[in-house]
């Protein structure tokens, strides 16, 4: 995968469950770009907020 801001393929990655969904944090350690991602996709820092809000 590589970064959607600078295309460097070196991003760092972490899996991880957040409420009830599987979601990946990754940051680009060339431009410092922060993203989420779930298997559908790319989703906001809100919508992972949102997620750790529910029980």
């Known amino acids: 995968m590589a970064c959607t801001g600078c295309a460097d ?4 990655s972490i899996r991880m ?3 009830v969904q ?3 944090f ?4 060339r431009c410092e770009i ?9 989703i906001s820092l ?3 907020l ?3 809000r529910m029980r």
């Open 9 to 12: 393929t070196k991003l760092i």
């Open 17 to 19: 469950k957040i409420g």
């Open 22 to 24: 599987d979601v990946v």
């Open 26 to 29: 990754q940051r680009c350690s």
């Open 34 to 42: 922060n993203q989420w991602a779930t298997h559908d996709g790319e």
């Open 46 to 48: 809100d919508e992972i």
């Open 50 to 52: 949102e997620l750790a």
